[in-house]
């Protein structure tokens, strides 16, 4: 014991030295982190919490804000067309996170099959899409869509029929637009669901097949219990990407036919950037924050692991 | 490898559902590239063939191309959008391997609390800090320049999650070896800890840059000048004023289209890798 003692109150006597340098060490850290956060909390963090300030206040962006309460979220309540774009991006959001990760977890499941043939291809071809921006993909899809001299349309002709105008049309126009996301996303995701697949374990799938599984019995009771949080990954980040929609509409469609394809973000662009009612569009945009966070729990809920 | 082109274990599917599968792929693959390839072919084509009924035009022509660069700030546009996306790319790398060094391998009091603060900035809607920032932006007189495209996506959420998963990897020894030979902190993090996150910091690199070459509300709020737009507003922009122009603005997609596809497969390895490993493991 005694010979033990030595170096280990050695280190101690070390760890603790003298004041000026148990402050520096302990600094250290903190320096690391300094310049991240000191971006992070100018551009991210500060204008958070300076948006919900905000939205307690009538501020037209020249002039100083202006206290005014609740007045903006009473409004809010009163305003029609915060609850039709509310309702727009929460029908669109759903639409979207279903069907594309239904058939990205459909590729994946193609491409994770063990008699696949170029997997590697076909995985990159798919993820194509992703790599161009929503703008450009929206640029790229008014020529498909456009009533008369869109690829759609054009084909359409070959067979004699006329389609509608997909985009001009607020029937069509919302599903234009979610199946337009789901083209550019869907390989993304396809990706991540089958890292997923290919980190369950080959094992338990032939120990379910020595037991007589049926190969749709394996995907149902080995693989996709496997790949829940991969699922819930998915599913969160393609709800909150959902939820922000704003680019594709903002150039396809400015949000109309009418309303038809107006979503939450874009009303609160058009109030603070448009109408330079900056208070009342934070106030918009804390309501759709709140909306998020608390679909973003309760899929957590569902989906999260059940043991906890 | 058999050499057969299927050949067949006894769990796989028969060879007619293989051949099957591969077909439906194929075609899926070809509705997906189908958008590309049409805009590609509209690019070449006079302003009134992309009126009419044809698919192909009866004559390729560039004016499109031509017009792009010499009639508007096409070129300036993209060099807007390098400038941007490489500082908060290289920025960016900097930033988050010193924080996600510290936060992997140092115990400090808020620890827990600043991280889970950024990753919950993640689900923030764009605007509810576009907002004030535009607002604070516009008094000190800084909307229409890089910094305010730069600086903000330097501080990735994303990248700063990344680089401290890939942190926490890194043997303790080694730095606890380092520490004894007397190397001092910020020498230790630069010539042993950054060599080794270099594939994660390639990652990072490329999702900031990504993610800032592809931002639309960023500059569309920010930058106020025709010069000062990048890619995507510009694009827009033509997009809008010139509603039949849709040649033109083919040819702006598709010229949009090529510095990120080559990177994309110069670099694949690491952006799929870097995609992945936060889902997976997370």
């Known amino acids: ?308 | 490898m058999t050499g057969r082109l299927f050949a067949r274990r006894p769990q796989d599917p028969p060879p007619v559902a293989q051949m099957l599968g591969l077909v439906a792929l194929t075609g899926l693959l070809g509705l997906v590239l189908m958008p590309w390839i049409w805009a590609l072919v509209s690019s070449f084509k006079p302003r009134a063939e992309i009126m009419s009924t044809g698919f192909l035009p009866s004559v390729w022509i560039v004016d499109n191309y031509v017009a792009l660069f010499r009639d508007t700030l096409y070129l300036r546009w993209l060099f807007n959008s390098a400038v941007v996306s490489v500082s908060a790319a290289v920025l960016g790398m900097a930033l988050s391997a010193m924080a996600g060094y510290a936060f992997a391998k140092f115990r400090f009091v808020g620890r827990e609390v600043l991280f889970w603060i950024v990753i919950a900035s993640v689900s923030i809607p764009p605007f509810t800090t576009v907002i004030p920032l535009f607002g604070w932006l516009a008094k000190l007189q800084m909307l229409n320049t890089y910094p305010v495209l730069i600086l903000p996506f330097a501080a990735s959420a994303f990248g700063l999650f990344m680089m401290r998963q890939y942190m926490s990897t890194l043997p303790d020894e080694l730095i606890e070896a380092a520490r004894i030979d007397g190397c001092g902190e910020f020498r230790l993090f630069l010539t042993i800890i950054v060599p080794l996150a270099r594939p994660a910091l390639g990652t990072v690199g490329i999702l900031i840059f990504i993610s800032s070459w592809n931002s639309f509300i960023w500059p569309l709020v920010f930058m106020r000048s025709n010069e000062m737009f990048t890619l995507p507003v510009g694009i827009a922009g033509l997009n809008s004023e010139q509603m039949a122009e849709y040649g033109l603005v083919m040819a702006a997609a598709i010229v949009s289209c090529i510095p990120m596809l080559t990177i994309f497969f110069l670099m694949q390895k690491q952006i799929i890798a870097g995609l992945t490993r936060g889902a997976v493991k997370s």
């Not at chain 1, 010979?3 to 070390?14: N, S």
């Not at chain 1, 509310?86 to 977890?105: E, I, K």
């Not at chain 1, 929609?245 to 038809?260: N, V």
Request: some cysteine; overall charge positive.
């Open chain 1, 1 to 308: 014991m005694t010979v033990a003692a030595g170096p280990v109150a050695a280190v101690r006597r070390r760890s603790r030295g003298p004041l000026g340098l148990r402050l520096r060490r302990a600094a250290v850290p903190y320096l690391f982190i300094l310049p991240f956060f000191a971006l992070f909390g100018v551009f991210w963090a500060g204008p958070i919490v300076a948006s919900f300030l905000y939205s307690f206040t009538q501020w037209r962006g020249i002039s100083d804000p202006v206290p005014v309460g609740l007045k903006n979220y009473v409004d809010l309540l009163s305003d029609e067309r915060f609850f039709t774009a509310l309702g727009n991006t929460l029908w669109m959001a759903a639409g979207y996170v279903v069907v594309a990760n239904l058939a990205a977890l459909a590729l994946a499941l193609l491409l994770d099959a063990g008699w696949m043939k170029l997997r590697q291809f076909f995985r990159t071809a798919f993820f194509l899409p992703m790599t161009i921006s929503m703008v450009v993909s929206a640029v790229i899809f008014q020529l498909i869509y456009a009533g008369d001299i869109g690829l759609i349309a054009k084909l359409l002709a070959l067979v004699g029929v006329e389609g509608p105008a997909w985009l001009r049309d607020p029937t069509t126009a919302p599903y234009a637009i979610v199946l337009m996301r789901v083209w550019r996303t869907m390989g993304y995701y396809a990706i991540i669901y089958l890292a997923g697949l290919q980190a369950v374990s080959t094992d338990l799938k032939e120990a379910a097949r020595l037991d007589g599984a049926s190969e749709w019995q394996v995907i149902r009771h080995v693989t996709l219990p496997g790949i829940r949080p991969v699922a819930l990954f998915c599913v969160v980040l393609a709800t909150i990407s959902g939820l922000e929609m704003f680019d594709e509409p903002m150039i396809l469609t400015q949000g109309g036919p009418g309303d038809a394809t107006l979503t939450a973000v874009m009303y609160v662009y058009q109030q603070g950037f448009q109408f330079l009612q900056l208070g009342y569009a934070a106030a918009a945009s804390y309501v759709l924050t709140l909306i998020i966070v608390l679909i973003s729990i309760a899929q957590r809920l569902v989906l999260g692991e059940k043991d906890r």
